[in-house]
């Protein structure tokens, strides 16, 4: 656990409060630009996963042939479906360890939150514990939770007296609707693999294609969920993260699953 506090989750920490002061003081700004920061560090690791991705949609024709060619023989399927990837220089597990480190960050963003932005106890001091000296605030200094409509140490969520629940704010909905919009870029592709999955004996294929798309609607609710229960700021870095990755699937992969919606709001000249 030490060896995690000194390479992940102090790093994480400094470089917070580091954004936090360069943001004039401001703790959601610094969310904000701290989390674009990560993102674009990150960025030339995820692109051999993308440049992946782009070429196995290209393929896709080719793949389904295979998978219909050998619907009755799963074992001599992904031999082929190997050969073929080698062939031309596809390898569909390229940039899963960045995606990997991805929510390993998240993870550790998430032990910050809850254990230095937590409401009624002194947020400086905790701060301070993890901070290398130049970085370490003044005794008596006080941090700026504030940022919006909310206080980044709380959730987002408000409370109805009519309803014995609590309802999720405006930056849950946002995160959980960008994820939303995330997942239904693929939608063509999982489209695809449902028709071939159905011509298909092995019921692994119905498995994987039916997880992946319950995760359309189930990812969204659990960050509902999960969200309406922790700080806002992580929902904060959250919905950030979620457009910068909702960008970097729009240029690789077009509007996918969202071509009918746009076209018939007709907002885009949709790309050819």
């Known amino acids: 656990m030490e060896i995690i506090n000194t390479i992940l989750i102090e790093p994480l920490v400094n470089g917070l409060a580091l954004f936090y002061r360069l ?31 782009k070429k196995m949609k290209d393929y896709q024709k080719d793949i389904d042939k295979l998978k219909k060619k050998y619907k009755d023989e799963p074992l001599k399927l992904r031999q082929a479906q190997a050969d073929f990837f080698r062939e031309k220089g596809v390898n569909p597990g390229a940039g899963c360890l960045p995606y990997l480190l991805q929510f390993v960050v998240l993870i550790a963003l998430f032990q910050v939150f ?3 932005l937590v409401p009624g106890q002194d947020v400086t001091a905790k701060f301070n514990e993890r901070l290398y000296p130049p970085l370490q605030f003044q005794e008596g200094a006080v941090i700026n939770t504030r940022f919006l409509y909310l206080d980044v140490s709380e959730p987002d969520k408000f409370n109805v007296p009519a309803i014995p629940f609590s309802l999720p704010g405006p ?22 693999e449902k028709k071939v999955a159905a011509k298909t004996k092995d019921a692994k294929d119905d498995i994987q294609v039916a997880l992946q798309s319950s995760m359309i609607y189930t990812l969204p609710l659990m960050t509902l969920l999960i969200g309406l229960n922790f700080p806002s700021g992580l929902a904060l870095y959250w919905v950030t993260f979620s457009v910068f990755q909702f960008v970097q699937q729009y240029r690789s992969q077009g509007w996918g699953g969202l071509t009918p919606l746009i076209k018939r709001l007709g907002l885009l000249q949709l790309r050819g």
């Open 23 to 53: 943001m004039g003081g401001n703790m959601g700004l610094g969310i904000i630009v701290f989390t674009v920061v990560l993102r674009l560090v990150l960025t030339p690791l995820t692109r051999p996963y993308l440049e992946s991705m």
């Open 114 to 116: 809850t254990s230095i």
């Open 171 to 192: 930056i849950l909905i946002l995160a959980a609707l960008v994820q939303f919009l995330s997942a239904k870029l693929s939608m063509p592709y999982l489209e695809e």
